[in-house]
Structures are given as structure tokens and as C-alpha cells.
């Protein structure tokens, strides 16, 4: 197995604070925050969203319910808990850091 660029270690890295900051203004169900990333570079996949989801939620930074729908089976909601506002933040923050940071060592805007 090849390892994989060092553009999608990145974007994977900060897939977690692109799904918080989706997640911001409020609850989204799975396929709306698939929707919402997919003209993005952080456009991603079920098979890496859904594990994403449940460790945000064991970690106590989303929860989730139980909602029927008029167009199929029941949508699981995600909504951020205190802990994942304040994650979100945090990984922002640090990303602000990141990026005075490198435009201090002389990397292009």
C-alpha cells in the first residue's frame, strides 16, 4: 500500500475541524454534510464520514437523534455539544496560528 500525498494528509487532518465547522449553524443529517463538503477540497466519502462522525460523538463533541422523514427511513441528526463548539474553535484558532506561522517563514499566500 502507497502512502498517500501529502495533500490528502493534510486535508485529512483537518477533516474533523472542516465536518465541526459545518456542523456550526446547527443540526445536519449525514448526506447534507457529504453535500455541503463536496465542493470543497474536503469533498469525502461515506466510508470516511460516518467513522469521522462516530469518533466526534465518542468523544463528546456531537450528539445525535432520531428524526422520521417524509422521504424514507428515519435521518440521524448531528448537532455539536459545548465540547465541540469549543473544539471547533480551538482547531481554528490553531489553524489562524499555522498559517501566520508559515506566511512569517516566508511561505506565498
Known sequence: MTEPDPFTRIRRGLLELAVLTVLQPGRLYAAEILERLSSTPFATQEG????????????????????ESDSGPPRKYHHLTEAGAARRTQLAEYWRELDTTLEALGAPR
Not at 466526534?56 to 437523534?65: Q, V
Open 48 to 67: 470516511t464520514l460516518y467513522p469521522l462522525l462516530g469518533k466526534l460523538r465518542r468523544d463528546g463533541l456531537l450528539e445525535h437523534e432520531w428524526e
